[in-house]
């Protein structure tokens, strides 16, 4: 059973850092995608960046530049490095793992707050 585990949310000011981190069990993370998304309430959640298998990034328009998808396939880790923080990008952070189109795994998520 493939679970994942969210852990570095917390409260920030604007324009500091935070590093998300999802520790994989049950999976080979190389074999498959990983992505970051996050909520906020009312609204859908949106992706905030995705790594394919081979290792390929994309990321949202509003965070190209400040943030940073990475993986530790020893330590079966994805993290998601955040800087230059907005109060805009306040929400539950949520990473999951994509096998196939019907086949995906959410974590529990994590919040981050960016206030003064």
């Known amino acids: 059973q493939v679970q994942l585990v969210e852990s570095g949310g917390g409260l920030v000011q604007p324009g500091g850092s935070l590093r998300l981190s999802c520790v994989v069990s049950g999976s080979i993370l190389s074999a498959y995608s990983q992505g970051w998304y996050r909520q906020v309430p009312g609204k859908s959640r949106e992706l905030v960046a995705g790594?394919?298998?081979?290792?390929?990034?994309n990321y949202a328009d509003s965070v190209k530049g400040r943030f940073t998808i990475s993986r530790d396939n020893a330590k079966n880790t994805v993290f998601l490095q955040m800087n230059s923080l907005k109060s805009e990008d306040t929400a539950v952070y949520y990473c999951?793992?994509?096998?196939?189109?019907?086949?995906?795994?959410w974590g529990q998520g994590t919040q981050v707050t960016v206030s003064s």
């Open positions: 999951n793992l994509v096998k196939n189109l019907f086949d995906t795994t």
């Open positions: 790594i394919t298998s081979g290792g390929t990034t």
